[in-house]
């Protein structure tokens, strides 16, 4: 196996892969980053071209010495939202199983990196089906800590080292891609006896989406 399971880890509590294809012999599904909040960048980026767009005409005419000297900090303001989504944009996460060459492959690309787990179906023990618990968010100015909550994640255990997440969703499309994985690796799906058993306990704190 190469790559390290550790550096596919995530800070948000889903992701939410894509059936890309799906064949007896190939198994290929993608995740696309976080395309909301890019967005929201750039509609950010776009309001503020209004202010900066004088504001650097104002600084080619007569410098940092006129009135809108002290302003400068607008039009870096756009480089930086600009530049924050393209980096949101460019989030990619793949996972492609193929059965002929008996090989698992899990990628993550950005804007300056690639990162890829390798493995062959006799290095990979199971997969699991089970529950992570994720923080709601950051404790800000003394604020009340965040809470952790149950999300279902999919998992892949190999036989020498420490598992890999592969995705965060809802239990019916975690499931269903499980299921499909563990076919056509041919390794056993196994689900958490909570998941399994439909505890009611723990169902209404699992998050469905």
Not at 89 to 105: C, L, P, Y
Not at 120 to 128: C, H, L, P, R, V
């Amino acid at each position: 196996m190469t790559g390290d399971p550790s550096q596919f880890e995530a800070i948000g509590n889903r992701l939410g892969f894509t059936i890309i294809e799906d064949s007896p012999q190939r198994l290929r599904l993608s995740w696309q980053g976080a395309r909301f909040p890019a967005f929201l960048c750039v509609g950010m980026a776009c309001l503020l071209l209004f202010v900066s767009v004088p504001i650097l005409q104002a600084l080619h005419q007569r410098g940092f010495v006129g009135p809108a000297g002290s302003l400068w900090y607008f039009p870096l303001m756009n480089l930086v939202l600009i530049g924050v989504a393209i980096f949101l944009v460019t989030q990619r996460r793949t996972i492609e199983v193929d059965g002929q060459a008996k090989t698992f492959q899990l990628c993550r690309r950005s804007l300056y990196r690639k990162t890829v787990l390798t493995a062959s179906f006799d290095e990979i023990e199971k997969i699991t089906l089970g529950i992570d618990q994720v923080f709601s968010g950051f404790a800000i100015g003394g604020s009340t800590a965040a809470e952790s909550f149950p999300v279902p994640a999919l998992r892949l255990h190999f036989k020498d080292t420490e598992p890999a997440l592969l995705d965060r969703a809802s239990l019916r499309r975690l499931e269903e891609s499980g299921k499909k994985i563990a076919a056509l690796i041919g390794k056993p799906l196994d689900v958490a006896p909570e998941l399994a058993d439909g505890d009611p306990a723990l169902k209404p704190k699992v998050r469905e989406v």
